[in-house]
């Protein structure tokens, strides 16, 4: 073959941009055959017209298209291009980045706002109350308390346990006590964010006013002292227990917000 008519590989890399550590990785995977290979030196050449597939593999780049689907959008050995094919998926693709990246906005945002209240509340000097939208919290049976040796262990079997039926994990865990009637619900729970996934151990906690005191220490049992006064207008009470988080944390000296539903 004449190879005066053909483009050397590194004349298809100067050309095109693409690396030539690129053009041997496309020809690799089947999507960027040389039009010849010469048998005695194996040096590569392409067609002026395969500039135009370099170029569609460039935007598959750009668009986050796994180069294995590349055959998805080409027909007849690779000879016709479906470009708006292509562009398609490649805007579904870029819909979905950026419903991603909202989400990671919201989510940066929330927890900023959870870090200033942290630090709020550390710094309080009495009680505060907060307006508390409806939750959702991941749950399981409990006996015992923040501080107990296996509490720790458990809820990150519980966080698993979540994750495994479709379930997206908040930043809220710890320790939550239904009071009603004389009688008194235990659990462990994990705030659940998002998720299409059900189960049975799905416990909705209503939007509400809700009392929150930060404490030093594990003490979710004391909470019928801690908040007598609104256990003495109501014996039903939603009680939370868990890690506050604030500016600076340290993870050598926790602190714990004890939260009590306040209707």
């Known amino acids: 073959m004449q190879t005066k008519k053909l483009l050397t590989i590194g004349e298809i890399s100067k050309i095109s941009g693409a690396h030539i550590k690129s053009l ?3 020809d690799k995977i089947g999507i960027l055959k040389p039009a010849y290979v010469d048998p005695a030196t194996s040096y590569r050449y392409y067609t002026w017209q395969q500039l135009v597939i370099v170029d ?23 000879q016709k291009i479906c470009y708006a094919k292509l562009l398609e998926h490649g805007k ?32 309080a000097r009495k009680n505060v109350i907060r307006n508390i939208p409806k939750k959702r919290y991941y749950v399981k049976r409990f006996e015992g308390a923040a501080n107990h040796s296996d509490h720790y262990s458990m809820l990150s079997n519980l966080y698993l346990e979540a994750t495994a039926k479709g379930l997206e994990p908040g930043y809220e865990f710890g320790l939550l006590y239904i009071y009603e009637n004389d009688s ?10 998002y998720g299409k996934g059900q189960s049975k151990q799905l416990l909705t906690v209503p939007a509400g006013e809700f009392m929150s005191k930060c404490i030093q220490q594990s003490k979710i049992e004391a909470a019928t002292t801690e908040f007598a006064e609104l256990f003495a207008r109501n014996s039903k009470r939603i009680i939370l227990e868990t890690e506050l988080f604030s500016e600076d944390y340290n993870i050598l000296e926790p602190r714990f917000e004890l939260r009590c539903s306040m209707s």
Do not use: W
């Open 24 to 26: 041997r990785y496309y």
């Open 184 to 193: 008194i619900n235990r659990y462990q729970a994990i705030e659940i964010e």
């Open 56 to 78: 569609t593999i460039q935007m598959c780049v750009e668009l986050d298209i796994p180069l294995r689907q590349f055959d998805e959008f080409t027909e007849n050995g690779g």
């Open 92 to 123: 579904a693709l870029a819909e979905k980045k950026i419903h991603t990246i909202r989400e990671s906005l919201r989510l940066i945002e929330a927890y900023r706002e959870e870090l200033k209240f942290g630090e709020d509340l550390k710094k």
